[in-house]
């Protein structure tokens, strides 16, 4: 039997097991500056996504009450009408009237050209004005409200004020709390079918718009600086005049000047008393930040040139102009256009 004693084994360190693993002082350095980059940039990415967020949400509030007036415009310009109907048109001879020849006659209007004229006002901004007829239903009596076909006489043009005129009484009891602001803005004019005077006005005359009492007058927007109402004919209207009568008409040379009298006496006979077919309406309204930045008091800014928009066939260039020169200024705006067909007009092209 051979016995043999071996030694036994070394006893494990354990304090090298019981010592934990940890980081060195550049390790944490270096994590804490990474870190610190990481938030940065998190927050620098919050913070630009919220200003864009801010800047857009900004801009479709500032033109909110653009746009709705816009709309107003179009839906309201679009239901225009004159009540056409054909009579005889005479001549006076030896004392007699002479019955001449049968052709569309009416009592109502619409009107539109530069605003200045139309509203005998030579401080009114250089821009457009329109005035018509349409059965709005408007009324101030109570008794008349549930008729919703009544027959109004209704428009639109710009104005350059403090806007107090068109404040409700009781602001003035805040005094010094309210502060005017000199602003362009888009009035409304809209006289209730109970007191309709297009009837009682001479033929021709503008005493039915041209006395816009405050009563049937209010803002439906601030910071329009510009409004153009442009009568057109379609397309086919004119190739068929042309192809017709001869000659190269275009579709603005129904109101070359952007200026329309329904009930112009050097209107041919078969358009006289007519709608025209279409109706460009465009508005160019600015943000609030612009508009405060150009306020100088009761000093008007001038944004549009006198000799733009006077000039039907010239509407392109002078809106780009007009464009370019709030973009040279820095001016945020925004541009609303649209052709609006009227649903009461039957037009027969010039010369038939």
């Not at 002082?25 to 940039?41: R, T």
């Not at 043009?157 to 009781?170: A, M, T, W």
């Not at 944004?303 to 260039?317: C, I, K, Q, R």
Request: glycine share 6%.
């Amino acid at each position: 039997m051979n016995l043999s004693l071996r030694s036994p084994a070394p006893a494990p360190d354990l304090s090298e097991a019981r010592t934990p693993a940890g980081f060195s002082l550049v390790e944490l350095l270096v994590s804490m500056g990474i870190f610190a980059l990481v938030v940065v940039m998190i927050a620098g990415m919050a913070a630009r996504t919220q200003d864009v967020t801010s800047r857009v949400t900004g801009q479709v509030y500032q033109f909110k009450e653009a746009r709705s007036a816009f709309e107003a415009i179009t839906q309201k310009l679009s239901q225009a009408t004159l009540q056409t109907y054909w009579d005889y048109e005479y001549a006076t001879s030896g004392g007699r009237q002479i019955p001449l020849r049968y052709v569309p006659q009416s009592e109502l209007r619409f009107v539109t050209g530069q605003a200045p004229e139309l509203l005998s006002e030579a401080t009114a901004p250089p821009s457009h004005a329109v005035f018509f007829t349409a059965p709005l239903g408007f009324s101030n009596d109570d008794e008349y409200r549930e008729f919703s076909g009544l027959l109004n006489a209704w428009g639109y043009y710009l104005e350059f004020s403090d806007g107090s005129r068109f404040q409700p009484p009781f602001v003035s009891e805040f005094g010094s709390t309210w502060q005017p602001r000199h602003r362009f803005r888009l009035i409304e004019y809209r006289q209730p079918s109970e007191e309709l005077s297009i009837y009682r006005q001479p033929p021709g005359s503008n005493e039915w718009f041209s006395n816009r009492e405050p009563l049937f007058c209010r803002v439906v927007a601030e910071n329009i600086i510009a409004m153009v109402i442009q009568p057109l004919e379609s397309r086919a209207d004119v190739e068929r005049r042309n192809q017709t009568f001869g000659g190269n008409a275009t579709v603005t040379s129904i109101a070359p000047n952007y200026s329309y009298d329904s009930a112009n006496p050097s209107l041919p006979p078969s358009s006289r008393h007519q709608l025209p077919p279409l109706v460009r309406v465009t508005l160019v309204a600015l943000d609030e930040g612009a508009a405060a930045r150009l306020e100088d008091g009761a000093t008007q800014p001038v944004l549009v040139e006198p000799g733009w928009f006077t000039n039907a066939a010239n509407y392109e260039s002078d809106l780009a102009q007009l464009e370019q020169s709030l973009r040279d200024q820095r001016l945020g705006y925004r541009v609303f256009s649209s052709t609006v067909a009227l649903r009461a007009a039957k037009w027969t092209p010039r010369g038939g």
